[in-house]
């Protein structure tokens, strides 16, 4: 499916083109199936909802850019493995009780946990750089492939987002996940300022639906004048996604000039 660009004939340093507009292959890892994909939908979000920054590193009304944990995780893995790698030098060359088995169990321990650093060491200096890009404008969205694998960037209506099932008594459940276009149907988390899933789809949705006024955030506030004037010029064409709440424009006036123009 070819998509149409909008952004700034192809010159916009967070343009990214189109990798996948489709899900081929065998999902056996996150894909659980249809019954597990969540709708684009704006559904209605309660007094728990976050409406302060969206917390990327670009935030406008056509590109959001935010840190990928793709670049965060092999820093926390790997602390936690050096963690162990020093924890069991400590042991080994300060406690002299310990006895034979205790000793092959230290040396098992440490010797998984050099291995373990050494692999996220080198994956840390030889993974492609990963990136979380939300473009409004194109309707695309790109983000982080599996390990080594390259960035994803595919049309928001053809992404399939789920949801964790979480552990024991739910901990960890309803969190919003991508699923990637990969053979192995890979997730990955991909969380909001919403309280579950729902909402942060519902938010990501409203935002992502360039023909509604922008959604709650401080930062996007200083754009609605310019995203309200651009949507008047194409004469406020019909939303792309529905939405069970209202989305009001900024102003009484805005909202009015809307209604008599859009009819919507």
Same mark, same amino acid.
């Given at each position: 499916m070819a998509v149409k660009n909008n952004s700034k004939d192809n010159k916009d340093p967070l343009y990214r083109k189109v990798t996948h507009t489709q899900y081929t292959g065998i999902k056996k890892i996150g894909d659980k199936g249809p019954q597990s994909w969540l709708q684009k939908v704006i559904v209605p979000l309660d007094k728990y909802f976050y409406k302060g920054n969206m917390g990327g590193q670009t935030v406008t009304d056509e590109f959001v850019e935010s840190p990928a944990q793709a670049n965060i995780a092999p820093l926390i893995f790997g602390g936690v493995a050096l963690l162990f790698v020093l924890l069991s030098l400590y042991i080994l060359f300060t406690n002299d009780e310990i006895d034979g088995s205790g000793n092959e169990f230290i040396y098992y321990t +440490?010797?998984?946990?050099?291995?373990?650093?050494?692999? #996220?060491? &080198? &994956?840390?200096?030889?993974? $492609?750089?990963?990136?979380? #890009?939300?473009?409004? !404008? *194109?309707? /695309?969205?790109?983000? $982080?492939?599996? !390990?080594?694998?390259?960035n994803i960037t595919m049309p928001f209506d053809k992404i399939k987002f789920s949801y964790t099932s979480g552990g024991p008594n739910f901990i960890g459940a309803? !969190?919003?996940?991508?699923?990637?276009? *990969?053979?192995?149907?890979? /997730? +990955?988390?991909? $969380?909001?300022?919403?309280? *579950?899933? &729902?909402?942060d789809l519902a938010y990501l949705t409203w935002y992502m639906d360039k023909n509604r006024p922008l959604p709650p955030a401080e930062d996007l506030d200083a754009y609605r004048e310019k995203d309200f004037e651009r949507r008047k010029k194409e004469k406020f064409k019909k939303p792309l996604y529905r939405s069970q709440i209202p989305t009001p424009e900024a102003t009484p006036e805005q909202q009015a000039e809307r209604e008599r123009i859009g009819k919507w």
């Amino acid at each position: 499916m070819a998509v149409k660009n909008n952004s700034k004939d192809n010159k916009d340093p967070l343009y990214r083109k189109v990798t996948h507009t489709q899900y081929t292959g065998i999902k056996k890892i996150g894909d659980k199936g249809p019954q597990s994909w969540l709708q684009k939908v704006i559904v209605p979000l309660d007094k728990y909802f976050y409406k302060g920054n969206m917390g990327g590193q670009t935030v406008t009304d056509e590109f959001v850019e935010s840190p990928a944990q793709a670049n965060i995780a092999p820093l926390i893995f790997g602390g936690v493995a050096l963690l162990f790698v020093l924890l069991s030098l400590y042991i080994l060359f300060t406690n002299d009780e310990i006895d034979g088995s205790g000793n092959e169990f230290i040396y098992y321990t +440490l010797s998984i946990s050099i291995l373990i650093l050494l692999f #996220i060491i &080198y &994956y840390y200096f030889t993974m $492609p750089k990963k990136e979380i #890009i939300l473009n409004r !404008m *194109d309707s /695309t969205i790109t983000f $982080p492939g599996f !390990m080594w694998k390259k960035n994803i960037t595919m049309p928001f209506d053809k992404i399939k987002f789920s949801y964790t099932s979480g552990g024991p008594n739910f901990i960890g459940a309803y !969190m919003l996940v991508i699923v990637r276009p *990969d053979k192995a149907g890979s /997730t +990955l988390g991909f $969380p909001f300022p919403g309280i *579950d899933c &729902y909402q942060d789809l519902a938010y990501l949705t409203w935002y992502m639906d360039k023909n509604r006024p922008l959604p709650p955030a401080e930062d996007l506030d200083a754009y609605r004048e310019k995203d309200f004037e651009r949507r008047k010029k194409e004469k406020f064409k019909k939303p792309l996604y529905r939405s069970q709440i209202p989305t009001p424009e900024a102003t009484p006036e805005q909202q009015a000039e809307r209604e008599r123009i859009g009819k919507w």
